[in-house]
Structures are given as C-alpha cells and as structure tokens.
C-alpha cells in the first residue's frame, strides 16, 4: 500500500533566533494590550491626541520596513541559487577557531545588494522616526505630557530600539556576505546559511510588529 | 518551490503589502461610509492579511516542521482579537 508523506520544510535559521522572536512576540503582544485596555479607559483623549500624529510619515514607515524586509528576503533566495560547496569543502560558518572556507559567488554580489537596500530602507525608517521624534519633542512633547504619549513614545521607542538591533544584525551580515561566507549546505551539513536566515527572521519580526503598531496606534482612532 | 517561483511570490507579496498599506493609511476617509465596525473590520482584516503574508513568505513559515507558523499566527490572531474586543468595548455596542 503506498503511503502518502508530507515531508515539512525545516525552519530558516537558527533555533535560538526563533525563541527569542517568540519571546520578543510576547513582550510587544504584551504592550499592545496594554495600550488598548488603556485607550478604553481614556477614549477621548486618545483619539484626541491620535489625531496629533502625522499618518503620512507612519505611512511612509511602513512602506519603508516592508520593502525593506522584500529585499531582504531577495537576498536570501539569491543566497539560496548558489551551489552547495563539495562535500569534503567545511562550510564558513561550521568553523570557530580554524580559517573557514569561503568561496565567492557572484550570486553573493546579488544578495548583498538587496541586503545592502534592505538597511538603506531601515535606515530611512530611523530618518523618517527620527524626525517625528524631533518634531514633538519640539513641540514640548514627552512621556509625561499624557498617558497618550507615554505610551506613544516607549511603544514606538521600543520598537525603534529594535529597528536598530536589526539593522546592527544586517550590517553584519552584509559585511560576512560581501565575503562570501553564506551558501546552501549539502544534505546532512549544518547550514551555512543559518547565520543569514537567522538575521533575515529577525528583520521580518521588526516589521510584523510594525504592521499592528502602525494601524493601532496611527489609524484605529 | 523554486528560487524563481520564490522570487516572484516575494515581489507579489512587497506589491500587496504596499497597496494593502495605502489602503489602510487613507482607511479614515471611508470611515463614515464604512461605520465604526466596518472600518475596524477592514483594518483588522488587512492586517490580518498582511501578517500573515509576512509569516507565510518572508519569514517562511508556510510548510515548515513543528509549531513555529501557528505560534506565528497565533500570535497575531491574539493580539487583534484583543485590540479588537477593546475597540468594540469603546463603542459601547449593546451586546458587549
């Protein structure tokens, strides 16, 4: 009798990225409740101050980080089309302390410039943050203005944090793929993309968060 | 999949996430016509769609082995049923 087997795909990159992207999940799951529980308890004053916010620039922001995050996920399938190094080559990324093989692909020229526009994008995102920042800070505005933007500015703030942890990651990563140090291993090899797809999961975190941040706190007034 | 069919459902999903995002940013415009639940609806949907496209695609989630997509999605599911149920608690709604 012929069985039917689904074989499932591992997951892209490392183990220890994944928990701590579920943990950091949980932290801004965490936040947005509380922003929401307590927008209900002060209705007025946030729609109020909601209509303070420029929406254009969270709009702009958003367009940032998803296009960012396309480009970086460009760069790992461009990653991806490179051959598997010979079995008995010891892949980059597998060796501490000797000398790694590292063999240049011009497909790594590829895939680092998407990642090389993946942190243009991000740092647009810093740019066009920043100076939202600037302008209400400008405007005498700070965390203890109102409860609104108490939880404005340390939401977004937070999130900004980790647009730049993000960003420290992909330049990183960017400097190792220049040199050619990612490619596709051979069945059975410890992936030598894992150091890729770890940094390119992160990013994608930073920019599924944004996608609930920007509605609720921007648009959802 | 292939790196091609890959490559293409990454640009599809940036083009979607882009219109998806204009949509949403100028949601506010419509709202008189859409209602308070119409346009929470709209945007809870959208962003629904979007991160689950993020999820499915960029980090690729679809197909892979163990819980990650559902931890992922439920995630997400959570944290809009909960703004959700706050926003429909704010408009004071009979049954709620």
């Not at chain 1, 480009?71 to 790992?76: F, I, K, R, T, W």
């Not at chain 2, 709202?31 to 945007?43: D, M, Q, T």
């Amino acid at each position: 009798m012929q069985q039917l087997v689904t074989v499932r795909k591992p997951l892209a990159g490392d183990l220890a990225i994944w928990i701590f992207i579920l943990a950091e999940l949980l932290v801004f799951g965490v936040f947005f409740a509380a922003y929401a529980f307590t927008r209900l308890q002060h209705l007025e004053l946030f729609r109020t101050m909601q209509a303070t916010l420029d929406v254009n620039a969270g709009m702009v922001n958003t367009l940032l980080l998803v296009t960012g995050s396309a480009c970086v996920a460009m760069a790992v399938n461009a990653v991806r089309q490179i051959p598997p190094l010979p079995q008995s080559a010891e892949p980059a990324e597998t060796t501490e302390t000797s000398t790694p093989v590292i063999e240049w692909h011009p497909l790594h020229a590829v895939a680092s410039r998407w990642l090389l526009a993946g942190i243009v994008c991000g740092l647009g995102f810093l740019l066009v943050k920043g100076g939202e920042y600037a302008a209400k800070l400008g405007a005498g505005i700070s965390l203890s203005t109102n409860t609104f933007y108490m939880f404005y500015l340390s939401l977004t703030f937070f999130h900004f944090m980790h647009v730049i942890l993000g960003l420290v990651i992909l330049v990183a990563v960017w400097r190792r793929l220049r040199q050619g140090a990612y490619r596709p291993g051979l069945p059975g090899q410890t992936s030598p993309m894992n150091g890729l797809e770890s940094g390119a999961a992160y990013w994608h975190m930073v920019d599924l968060v944004w996608i609930v941040l920007f509605p609720l706190v921007y648009v959802l007034s | 999949m292939n790196s091609t069919d890959h490559s293409r459902s990454i640009i599809a999903v940036w083009l979607f996430l882009m219109a998806a995002t204009l949509l949403m940013a100028h949601a506010a415009a419509w709202r008189p016509e859409l209602g308070s639940l119409g346009f929470a609806g709209l945007l809870g949907a959208v962003c629904w769609l979007k991160g689950e496209r993020i999820a499915d695609i960029f980090m690729e989630l679809r197909g892979v082995a163990g819980p990650w997509r559902w931890l992922v999605l439920g995630w997400l599911a959570l944290v809009l049923l909960v703004i959700a149920y706050t926003y429909l608690r704010g408009l004071n709604l009979p049954t709620l």
